[in-house]
Every structure is written in C-alpha cells, then in structure tokens.
C-alpha cells in the first residue's frame, strides 16, 4: 500500500531564513507526487508537482522540491522565507487504482515564520 | 473563475440531525471527491465520483452517503449526525484525462466547517 510521511507537525523559522519540510513515501508502484499549500481558513492549492524528467521541481511563490527515487522522498524547500508563508504543507502521492486517480496525503506541516 | 463551490460554509448540527453539503463545479471536471480535515490526520477521503451518475466509497465513508446527478454538483449527506462527525469537509475536483491522469492536480472548495453538539 501506498503511504506518506511528513515527520515534522510544526515547523518554526525565521523571517529570510532557509526550510526544509520532508516528505517521505512508500509505495509498490510508479508514483506521482505534488505539495499542497494551506493558507489559514482555505481550501488545499497546489505549490508544485513531479511527473517525471528533472527531479527537480520548481513551484509557486519561489518553492522548489526535488524527487530522490532511491531515498524515496519529496522534500519541499525555500531558500528564504516571508511571513506570507506562514501556512500548513500537504504532501500526497497519486497513482492509478481501479480506474481513478488515488490520492493519499501525508497529515501536513505547518509552517510557522517568525519575524 | 468560481471553480469549486462548498454551501455552507458554517453548520452547527444536533446530534442525530441531518443536512446535505453541496459542491459545484465549474472545470467539467470528472472526478469529485469529499474528503474530511482532522487535527493531526491529515485529509481523508469519504467518498469519490468518477463521473456522473456514480459514486465510491473512499477510506472513511460510515455516516455519510453522497450523490452525483449532475456532473458538476457532488452533494454530501449526513442523515444523523453524530459528534464523531465534527470536522471540517472539503469538496475537489480533478479532470480524468488519458496518458499521465493520475498525475492530474486537484482543485479544493474552501471547506465547510460543520460542528455536531
């Protein structure tokens, strides 16, 4: 069975300091994997996803994430971070499964900036 | 540029109540789906459409039935609410495509809010 782990509920950091939030996954199957912004009050939107080619993948609002196959992780970074950042992050993996697109998320990190 | 819609968007039920939450999109997306927030669990699927006129269950779907008549509304029922049910529910939408479909995005509702007392 398909899983994700995002280890980390909370994460607290600085205003122009650099994140890291990781994504871990396991899976039997070629897997599609995306993050996922929440802001406060809303709905899930997408940051960025990986298909296939570079492992790198670059997103919305200056985020990037890069595919390790091997290590099986996603994780999601940010060379410097602003108060607007401030948000929960959904990792999810998705794959084909009796004719729909299955999705599983990891249980989210929020990300807490101080300024 | 609606996208997806969630009515209400804040509920306050008894227990042993019903209601209906509605989701309309506007994408002609495929797929709809209910999923349900919890503290510290992440979103869970409770039941899912793959297209008009047919519905699935999803990972936590006791409680709840759904029903899709038109392809763009995809409406949620709880028909005696319990306080186990108390949550905040999000409608989404994705387009089934051919080649790389499971890759497609999906698109949430900004949630309803629903609290059993």
């Known amino acids: 069975a398909q899983s994700v782990t995002q280890l980390d509920s909370q994460v607290p950091v600085f205003e122009e300091a650099p994140v890291e939030l990781r994504c871990n996954y396991s899976s039997s199957v070629s897997v599609y994997l995306f993050w996922y912004v929440q802001y406060p009050n809303q709905g899930l939107q997408l940051l960025l996803k990986y298909l296939s080619g570079s492992t790198l993948v670059k997103g919305i609002n200056g985020f990037e994430a890069e595919f390790n196959k091997s290590q099986t992780s996603f994780h999601l970074r940010k060379p410097s971070v602003h108060i607007s950042d401030t948000a929960e992050y959904f990792c999810?993996?998705?794959?084909?499964?009796?004719?729909?697109?299955?999705?599983?998320f990891g249980t989210g990190t929020k990300l807490q900036v101080i300024p | 540029n609606a996208g997806v819609t969630q009515t209400p968007k804040f509920r306050v039920l008894k227990t042993g109540q019903s209601m209906t939450l509605l989701c309309a999109q506007d994408?002609?997306?495929?797929?709809m789906y209910w999923y349900r927030q919890d503290p510290g669990m992440g979103l869970r699927l409770i039941h899912y459409?793959?297209?008009?006129?047919?519905?699935a269950k999803g990972e936590v779907p006791d409680g709840y039935n759904v029903s899709r008549l038109k392809k763009q509304n995809f409406l949620l029922g709880l028909e005696s609410a319990a306080p186990s049910q108390t949550s905040v529910y999000f409608c989404?939408?994705?387009?089934?495509?051919?080649?790389?479909?499971?890759?497609?995005?999906?698109?949430f509702g900004e949630g309803s809010w629903l609290t059993v007392v």
């Open positions: 989404a939408s994705s387009q089934h495509g051919t080649g790389k479909w499971s890759g497609n995005t999906i698109y």
């Open positions: 459409s793959v297209g008009e006129g047919t519905t």
């Open positions: 999810a993996v998705s794959f084909p499964s009796g004719g729909y697109q299955k999705v599983t």
């Open positions: 994408m002609n997306h495929e797929y």
